[in-house]
Antibody, heavy 119, light 111 residues
Framework: EVQLLESGGDLVQPGGSLRLSCAASGFTFSSYAMSWVRQGPGEGLEWVSAISATGSSTYYADSVKGRFTISRDNSKNTMYLQMSTLRAEDTAIYFC????????????WGQGTLVTVSS | QSALTQPASVSGSPGQSITISCTGT?????????VSWYQQHPGKAPKLMIYEGSKRPSGVSNRFSGSKSGNTASLTISGLQAEDEADYYC???????????FGTGTKVTVL
């Protein structure tokens, strides 16, 4: 059974930094690209970032480019999202998601971790 | 890259069929047969209902079906049931720069 467990969400001040983690199990993590998707309070889903299976290629939404960094450690079956220069509009639930094959939208999702940016 | 356009809400009575549209552009929906549909109940993670436009993952009811015409994808729910009441989102591959774009979301109400 595919399981994705996010952690690291917290209350952080504007301009601050935070690192999210996504621990994966139930599939061969190193064979699949992964993604982060967020959902602001009462809002829709927004794609944030994606990373190839090997970690050699990374992709970002314009809204986070230059501020967020996606990475992965295949030896630990874990993906990360380093977030810096956080803004109020980054407040959201951040979901970790598995990409079944490149270009196909995600198939399995974690339960999400809440990031709140406020002073 | 703008979000794909979905109706804000769709409603139907039990047993009826409803269709949710998802309109994009020639840069996303129109260029690729890579549209997925998700069901999201309040406080829960999205669940994949349709992928590659019309394919159902194992375990998803055959009451859910997908199609595409031009720049618009559609999700049809037939034999509407109370448990289908949820938010539904489409998502399309949008090229190597934007990668994925989601729809604005549709709230389905079972009357």
């Amino acid at each position: 059974e595919v399981q994705l467990l996010e952690s690291g969400g917290d209350l952080v001040q504007p301009g601050g930094s935070l690192r999210l983690s996504c621990a994966a199990s139930g599939f061969t993590f190193s064979s699949y690209a992964m993604s982060w998707v967020r959902q602001g309070p009462g809002e829709g889903l927004e794609w944030v970032s994606a990373i190839s299976a090997t970690g050699s290629s990374t992709y970002y939404a314009d809204s986070v480019k230059g501020r967020f960094t996606i990475s992965r450690d295949n030896s630990k079956n874990t993906m990360y999202l380093q977030m810096s220069t956080l803004r109020a509009e980054d407040t959201a639930i951040y979901f970790c998601a598995k990409i079944p094959s490149w270009r196909n939208p995600p198939d399995y999702w974690g339960q999400g971790t809440l990031v709140t940016v406020s002073s | 890259q703008s979000a794909l356009t979905q109706p804000a809400s769709v409603s139907g009575s039990p047993g009826q069929s409803i269709t949710i549209s998802c309109t994009g552009t020639s840069s996303d929906v129109g260029s690729y047969n890579l549209v997925s549909w998700y069901q999201q109940h309040p406080g829960k993670a999205p669940k994949l209902m349709i992928y590659e436009g019309s394919k159902r993952p194992s375990g998803v009811s055959n009451r859910f079906s997908g199609s595409k015409s031009g720049n618009t994808a559609s999700l049809t729910i037939s034999g509407l049931q109370a448990e289908d009441e949820a938010d539904y989102y489409c998502c399309s591959y949008a090229g190597s720069s934007t990668v994925y774009v989601f729809g604005t979301g549709t709230k389905v109400t079972v009357l």
